[in-house]
T-cell receptor
């Protein structure tokens, strides 16, 4: 069984479009995250959600908005996509503080 | 600013040899450190973690060493296998993991030569 899953795995879209990436975890974890990995493989935290409350937002443009319908899901919605948004986006979850994070397989977003 | 970084972008070792991947961090408040392995096309996979009240922790074929004096972290992989080829990241969370995001280093590409 997949612990952290993301859909879609690949997403190709044009500039200016709005798109969403879905994430689900079946681990019963309290906290979920979104990370962005650039072409140089640098991973950077974007958001974290704990019990449906946003904890951090690391200088991410407000075109990006996380949405959590319940504790097992944290979706990422992106408005007005830009070329620079092209990257691999990873969802992750953890049981709470002082525990490792489990990552999903990633979504490769390409904006043309 | 505070950062976590790796010394070498690429490390090539012979199959069966031991490998050491190094990481330096600058945030003295860091108290939780993790090593992740990322294979091509996959998400980061947890390898081992260590807290600041420890200086060594061992897993299966892996050992993490923490030197808080010089803010240095290392990952030792014993008897490397072809499946160990991947990019390895160190990460830290000064708040102790969980609620806040991890700060990742830039990654080291480990190549296992047959």
């Amino acid at each position: 069984d997949t612990a952290v899953s993301q859909t879609p795995k690949y997403l190709v879209t044009q500039m200016g479009n709005d798109k969403s990436i879905k994430c689900e975890q079946n681990l019963g974890h309290d906290t979920m995250y979104w990370y962005k990995q650039d072409s140089k493989k640098f991973l950077k935290i974007m958001f974290s959600y704990n019990n449906k409350e946003l904890i951090i937002n690391e200088t991410v443009p407000n075109r990006f908005s996380p949405k959590s319908p319940d504790k097992a899901h944290l979706n990422l919605h992106i408005n007005s996509l830009e070329l620079g948004d092209s990257a691999v986006y990873f969802c992750a979850s953890s049981p709470g503080t002082d525990y490792e994070q489990y990552f999903g397989p990633g979504t490769r977003l390409t904006v043309t | 600013g505070e950062s976590v970084g790796l010394h070498l972008p690429t490390l090539s070792v012979q199959e069966g040899d031991n490998s050491i991947i190094n990481c330096a961090y600058s945030n003295s408040a860091s108290d939780y450190f993790i090593w992740y392995k990322q294979e091509s096309g996959k998400g980061p996979q947890f390898i081992i973690d260590i807290r600041s009240n420890m200086d060594k922790r061992q897993g299966q074929r892996v050992t993490v060493l923490l030197n808080k004096t010089v803010k240095h972290l290392s990952l030792q992989i014993a008897a490397t296998q072809p499946g160990d080829s991947a990019v390895y990241f160190c990460a830290e969370n000064s708040s102790g993991g969980g609620a806040d995001g991890l700060t990742f280093g830039k990654g080291t590409h480990l190549i296992i030569q047959p």
